[in-house]
């Protein structure tokens, strides 16, 4: 089956690290880029990160730039957020999700991990 | 990099056609053609409904089409049904080499 699963969310206190992952199957992995998207409670989409398929270039929204660290495992089919610094308007749901090189677009995504950021 | 900027809420009743616009700028929407929608039933995963502007992924149903004019794209959602019910996401490529997401849509059947 072709799906993507994350996993890694949690409760952490503001200031603290987290890492999250992403383990795809049912597709070559490393024919396509990653991305992460993560949904504030009450909030709309946000694009956060993405990864080139041999992680040759990354790119990061603004307001994660310098405290997340997105990666990728191309052996063990797994894309992560490393998430240093962590704020209380990073409490999200992550979704990771598959760009398709041919249509630009996301493609495929899982369902989630919850990140809650709170004293 | 700021929302690109849809509209809360937009109804219809069934069998209706409606349009949700996504307003951005030269230097996104105006300046790529790789603008994609997305539906999202809360709970679920976000589904691509729409890439390059006005292409459809198979498995799509053609009652759903896109456009571009200038820095504003559209969702257009021809013979509204029941199921049609749920958020609506556009995004762009930018030319920051980044993404954005457009604040999200609203769509109810009456």
């Known amino acids: 089956e072709v799906q993507l699963v994350e996993s890694g969310g949690g409760v952490v206190r503001p200031g603290g690290s987290l890492r999250l992952s992403c383990t795809a199957s049912g597709f070559t992995f490393d024919d396509h880029g990653m991305s992460w998207v993560r949904q504030g409670p009450g909030k709309g989409l946000e694009w956060v990160s993405y990864i080139t398929w041999n992680s040759g270039s990354t790119a990061y929204a603004d307001s994660v730039k310098g405290r997340f660290t997105i990666s990728r495992d191309n052996a063990e089919n797994s894309l992560h957020l490393q998430m240093k610094g962590l704020r209380v308007e990073d409490t999200a749901l992550y979704y990771c999700?598959?760009?398709?090189?041919?249509?630009?677009?996301?493609?495929?995504w899982g369902q989630g991990t919850m990140v809650s950021v709170s004293s | 990099q700021s929302a690109l900027t849809q509209p809360a809420s937009v109804s219809g009743s069934p069998g209706q056609s409606i349009t949700i616009s996504c307003t951005g700028s030269g230097s996104d929407v105006g300046g790529f053609n790789s603008v994609s929608w997305y539906q999202h039933h809360p709970g679920k995963a976000p589904k691509l409904m729409i890439y390059?502007?006005?292409q459809r992924p198979s498995g799509v149903s053609d009652r759903f089409s896109g456009s571009k004019s200038g820095n504003t794209a559209s969702l257009t959602i021809s013979g509204l049904q029941a199921e049609d019910e749920a958020l609506y996401y556009c995004t762009s490529y930018t030319s920051r080499t980044t993404y954005v997401f457009g604040t999200g849509t609203e769509v109810t059947v009456l």
């Open positions: 999700a598959r760009v398709n090189w041919e249509l630009d677009a996301f493609d495929l």
């Open positions: 390059y502007v006005d």
